[in-house]
Nanobody, 123 residues
């Protein structure tokens, strides 16, 4: 059982920056991801990274603005978010998993989820 704890959410103005962090109890999975869910919408993929080689992937909506990174010494994954927009407002979830043959951009690729941290971008 992997326990995930997110931190770093908050309220920021349009154009501002925030860094989210996800602390994992262990690195027994191959993949880490960030998803988000806005009120009334489905949970959507934001970014993913592999523990091993650090391969990254991003959704089109955040590419060029968000950067995912990992700290293998401390089992922490970060999501640096720049140039934030009101449409980035959502509850952000950290996830761990990595099943062979399942895209890292899909929810079912992940077995463990954190409780989420709220990001609010004011206009």
């Amino acid at each position: 059982q992997v326990r995930l704890v997110e931190s770093g959410g908050g309220v920021v103005q349009t154009g501002g920056s925030l860094t989210l962090s996800c602390s994992a109890s262990e690195r027994s999975t191959s993949l880490m991801g960030w998803f988000r869910q806005a009120p009334g919408k489905e949970r959507e993929f934001v970014a993913g990274i592999t523990w091993g080689r650090g391969h990254t992937s991003y959704s089109d909506s955040v590419k060029g603005r968000f950067t995912i990174s990992r700290d293998v010494t401390n089992n922490v994954v970060h999501l640096q978010m720049n140039n934030l927009k009101p449409e980035d407002t959502a509850l952000y979830y950290c996830a761990a998993g990595g099943s062979s043959g399942i895209s890292s951009r899909t929810l079912r690729a992940y077995d463990y989820w954190g409780q989420g941290t709220q990001v609010t971008v004011s206009s």
